[in-house]
Every structure is written in structure tokens, then in C-alpha cells.
């Protein structure tokens, strides 16, 4: 009931092989769309598109057999250079899939950016849930380690908007959640007397969400700090050693561009570990 169909796009890096691996694991998952995207120059004088495709299928058969007992179908697509992104999301919507993951790592030299290019166009620009698989957390230790804790603590940061609210509902269902942190980020106050006041409302609003998810059976904690939204999330998501942090894609403020809010691209872009991205155009579907 999670995410029955996904999306996988991989370039045959040992990276994505793991996500691939990790990408079986995730409950509730019975079709797996596997994507290569073949990206060209358009100065390129030679190229042989059909070959090229017949190439990448044949490895994305290979790769396939990685996700025993579910239904692969592979896709090999060819586009310009710069437009891998678009490519993803349109196979995204073409097959109807309900969730993208793929891998996070790039090649930034700004050590606090984290993302890829296409990762992060992805992010910015798509409009299907999105899981971004940190290679941090899988560098020299046994994936299986990180595939079966995915769901083990989760991390919800949320400001109490009407996004924040729906794609709570939406997470509360996944019955595999090991425990759920609630987590608000006071951010403004320009007084001592203001903030204690915002971590006040915070505190009551949080015990009231987790006293109702506890009658749905969840193991719910919570926490409040103060200080920069994203800074604390990542943060907090350290000091708990949490397996996955959870976001909406919207709070109750946004990005003028893109489909994401600041704080959701923030954290998605800069975290240490795994960040899963609910969408709030997609939420009502369900």
C-alpha cells in the first residue's frame, strides 16, 4: 500500500547498484520500473541511438535480476545532454509510478551540497514522491545493514502546515514505521518571550499529533529545538541516529521556483542519510 510501483534510474555505478539492492527492500513494492537514461552530446558527429539503447537494456536485464520475487520491466531511454531529469520524471509519468528512488551522490566540490545535478533537478523539478538514498550511511559496510533499518526510525520534521498535516496522514499508514520522531524547528522570535512562547504551542501541538498516532498503534516520540530549520533537522537526525528522515515537500513556506519548499530542498540537498520526499500534489491520491 506504500509504494506498490517504482522507479529506479541508474547509470551502473556501484552506487546505484546498491540502491537497486536497498529499493527491494522497501515493503509494499511489487513492480519496479528500471531506467537508464543516455545522455548525448549534441556536437556528437557519431552515434548510433538504437545500438546504444540495445546496449542498455541488455545490462538493465542484468541488473534486474537484483530484485527477486517482483516485476521488473526495463526501460532505456536516449535524450540531450542536460535533460536526464525531464527523462526521469517523464518515464515517471508515463509508467504511473508512485515513487522515484535513486541515488544522492555527486560530485560537488562545495562539500555541504551533496546532491548530484540530476539528483537535485529531480528534487526541485519532479512531482512523484521521491527517495534519495545516501551513500554515506552504505560505504564499506554490508548494504543489507542499511536496506532492512530503512524504516527502523524515521524523522518527520514538520511546521504544523496543511502539507506537513496530509503527508503525516499519508506516513501514518505505513504499518513498517519501527518508530516515528516528530520533530518542530522554532525559527523565528525576535524575543526570549516570543520564542518561549512558540516552543510552548510547538510542544502541546506535538503531544496532541502523538498521542493520536499512538491510538493507530505507532511508537511516536517527539522533540522540539530552536534554531534554523534545515540546520537542525540534519542535526537532530545525527544525534538520533535515524534510519530515514521524512518530509513533505511543501511547508507553510515555499520556493518561488520549483515544486519544493526551501527547508524540504535544504535538508534533501545537504543531509547525511536517507531523505524521502512526499510530495503534496500526490498526497490526496491515496
Known amino acids: 500500500?506504500?509504494?506498490?510501483?517504482?522507479?529506479?534510474?541508474?547509470?551502473?555505478?556501484?552506487?546505484?547498484?546498491?540502491?537497486?539492492?536497498?529499493?527491494?527492500?522497501?515493503?509494499?513494492?511489487?513492480?519496479?520500473?528500471?531506467?537508464h537514461v543516455i545522455s548525448r552530446d549534441p556536437l556528437a558527429r557519431v552515434w548510433d541511438p538504437v545500438a546504444e539503447i540495445r546496449e542498455a537494456e541488455k545490462r538493465l536485464e542484468g541488473e534486474a535480476a537484483l530484485l527477486h520475487g517482483m516485476n521488473v520491466k526495463v526501460r532505456a531511454v536516449s535524450v540531450l545532454e542536460g535533460e536526464v531529469a525531464s527523462a526521469i520524471q517523464k518515464v515517471a509519468d508515463e509508467e504511473n509510478v508512485s515513487l522515484v528512488a535513486m541515488g544522492a551522490r555527486g560530485k560537488s566540490l562545495i562539500e555541504s551540497v551533496l546532491l548530484g545535478s540530476v539528483?537535485?533537478?529531480?528534487?526541485?523539478?519532479?512531482?512523484?514522491?521521491?527517495?534519495?538514498?545516501?551513500?554515506?550511511?552504505?560505504?564499506?559496510?554490508?548494504?543489507?545493514?542499511?536496506?532492512?533499518?530503512?524504516?527502523?526510525?524515521?524523522?518527520?520534521?514538520?511546521?504544523?502546515?496543511?502539507?506537513?498535516?496530509?503527508?503525516?496522514?499519508?506516513?501514518?499508514?505505513?504499518s513498517e514505521i519501527g518508530e516515528l520522531m516528530l520533530l518542530h524547528v522554532v525559527s523565528r522570535g525576535e524575543t526570549k518571550e516570543e520564542i518561549d512562547s512558540a516552543v510552548q504551542y510547538g510542544t502541546e501541538r506535538l503531544n496532541e499529533i502523538a498521542a493520536e498516532l499512538r491510538k493507530g498503534g505507532l511508537n511516536?516520540?517527539?522533540?522540539?529545538?530552536?534554531?534554523?530549520?534545515?540546520?537542525?533537522?540534519?542535526?537532530?537526525?545525527?544525534?538520533?541516529?535515524?534510519?530515514?528522515i521524512a518530509m513533505s515537500s511543501q511547508g507553510a513556506t515555499a520556493i518561488k521556483k520549483g515544486r519544493i519548499g526551501s527547508t524540504a530542498?535544504?535538508?534533501?540537498?545537504?543531509?547525511?542519510?536517507?531523505?524521502?520526499?512526499?510530495?503534496?500534489?500526490?498526497?490526496?491520491?491515496?
Open 119 to 174: 539528483s537535485r533537478n529531480v528534487l526541485r523539478y519532479g512531482n512523484t514522491h521521491l527517495l534519495l538514498m545516501r551513500y554515506k550511511l552504505l560505504e564499506g559496510e554490508p548494504v543489507g545493514i542499511y536496506c532492512a533499518r530503512l524504516l527502523h526510525k524515521v524523522l518527520y520534521p514538520t511546521d504544523f502546515s496543511q502539507p506537513a498535516e496530509a503527508a503525516l496522514s499519508f506516513l501514518k499508514n505505513i
Open 1 to 35: 500500500m506504500m509504494f506498490e510501483k517504482i522507479l529506479i534510474p541508474t547509470d551502473f555505478s556501484k552506487h546505484a547498484r546498491k540502491v537497486i539492492e536497498c529499493a527491494g527492500q522497501i515493503p509494499g513494492v511489487k513492480d519496479v520500473v528500471l531506467l
Open 265 to 286: 530542498y535544504g535538508v534533501a540537498n545537504t543531509a547525511s542519510r536517507p531523505v524521502l520526499i512526499l510530495r503534496s500534489s500526490k498526497i490526496a491520491i491515496y
Open 220 to 244: 511516536v516520540s517527539t522533540k522540539i529545538v530552536v534554531g534554523e530549520a534545515c540546520e537542525q533537522i540534519r542535526s537532530v537526525a545525527a544525534q538520533e541516529d535515524v534510519s530515514l
